[in-house]
Structures are given as C-alpha cells and as structure tokens.
C-alpha cells in the first residue's frame, strides 16, 4: 500500500506544549505533504516537503523528512488551542504523468487549555 | 475562503433520489478532483479532471456521475445511492496535473447523509 500511515491516531496535550505526529509510508515518493482538518470543514495545506528535501520550516511548524526510513514528522511548537483539529499527512506521486496524493488517516490533535 | 466553493454543504437524499455537488474554483487552476472522506477510512480519491477532460475514475460506481463543464466548476450527479455512501464529499483543485510538486486546495466539502 501507498499509504501513509500516521501516529498517534489520537494526541492530546496542553496549551503551550509542543505536539508531534509522525507518518510513515511504503513507496518512494516526489514530496509528502501535511494538510489540516478542522470539524466540519476542508483540508487546508500546512506544508509541503520535497523527496529531496529533509527538513523545512514554517511559522510554528517543522517537518521532518527521511526518506531511508521512509518517515516524516510534523512538529508544532507552542501549541495553542487553535491547533486543536486533525492532522493527515499526504505522498505525492507522478502516476503516467499525474500527480496523485495518497492520504493517511490523520492525527487528532486536542489542544487543552 | 479558501477560492474552493461547495455546494450545498449538507444534502440528505433518499435512495432513489437524484441530487447533484458543486464545486466552483476561484484560483484558477486546471485540474480538479472529487474525494470521498468517511468515518476511519483514508481520504480516497474518486475522479481526476484536468483541462476539463476526466482522467481518472477510482472504480467509482456508476451511481456517481461527475461532469467538468469547464476548468471552474465541477458536479457529482449522485443517482440511486445506498447507505453507505453517506460520506464528506470533497472538492480540491491543483494547478497543473502534471506537476507533483504542488499542493492541492479543498473546498469545505459536502456532508452526505444518505436515509
């Protein structure tokens, strides 16, 4: 399978801490991207890593990519109660010319105040 | 705003029903896509279109027909539906298809409630 597979499925932490997900993946790939997910709502893009890549930063966000272990790794810093939502990584493929993102099945993330 | 428009956000139809999604880009993009979000399952891609032209069908059922009439607006024509087709239905657009590098933008979904 393609998929990218994220962990915890579930994390809850306090207003300030840093929060980690981490998503893993079986083929190779052109970029893994992050998206997040409030109740009720779309997917909205966070970042967007190249394969070459193997670290990129972005406000209160810090992604991690290793493609030996075929990981990658979201980091916020400071977590404040708007973070609270779900969080899904994405691989980025070029199938017969296309590009295709494969989704996990996301991190929920509770921000405690 | 996320330049992505779905309408309407809730639908809930009977099985015999017929019922069409809309989707409408503001971003100017090529490309645009349907997905199905359900409960504990991966978000799973439907249909691709790209310049109009339909690039990919998932082995989608024939219960749902998509239609591009240009690079703007996409619809999901949704026909004789089971239960378990109750679902967040996504619209995203991207660019270019071509590109891999590029991340795609959602529209706020239709949530699908299927009686």
């Known amino acids: 399978s393609q998929q990218g597979e994220e962990d915890p499925q579930a994390l809850s932490i306090q207003e300030g801490e840093n929060a980690t997900m981490n998503c893993s993946y079986k083929?190779?790939?052109?970029?893994l991207q992050w998206y997040r997910q409030n109740s009720g709502r779309g997917l909205v893009h966070l970042i967007l890593?190249?394969?070459?890549?193997r670290e990129k930063h972005s406000g209160r966000l810090r992604v991690t990519l290793d493609t030996s272990k075929k990981s990658s790794s979201l980091l916020i810093t400071a977590s404040r109660a708007a973070d609270t939502a779900s969080y899904f990584c994405?691989?980025?493929?070029?199938?017969?010319?296309?590009?295709?993102?494969?989704f996990g099945q996301g991190t929920r993330l509770t921000i405690n105040p | 705003e996320t330049g992505v428009t779905q309408t309407p956000r809730h639908l809930v139809m009977g099985m015999t029903n017929k019922k069409s999604l809309k989707c409408e880009q503001h971003?100017?993009?090529?490309?645009m896509y349907w997905y199905k979000q359900s409960a504990k399952k991966p978000l799973e891609l439907m249909f691709v279109?790209?310049?109009?032209?339909?690039?990919e069908n998932n082995s989608v059922p024939s219960r749902f027909s998509p239609e591009c009439p240009n690079s703007s607006h996409l619809f999901l024509h949704l026909h004789t539906l089971q239960p378990e087709d109750s679902a967040l239905y996504l619209c995203?657009?991207?660019?270019?298809?071509?590109?891999?590098?590029?991340?795609?933008?959602f529209g706020d979904g239709t949530r699908l409630s299927i009686l």
């Open positions: 995203a657009s991207s660019p270019y298809l071509t590109n891999s590098n590029q991340p795609q933008h």
């Open positions: 083929t190779s790939i052109n970029n």
């Open positions: 890593i190249r394969s070459n890549e």
């Open positions: 994405a691989t980025g493929h070029l199938v017969g010319g296309a590009q295709k993102l494969v």
């Open positions: 971003l100017g993009h090529n490309a």
């Open positions: 279109y790209n310049f109009k032209e339909q690039t």
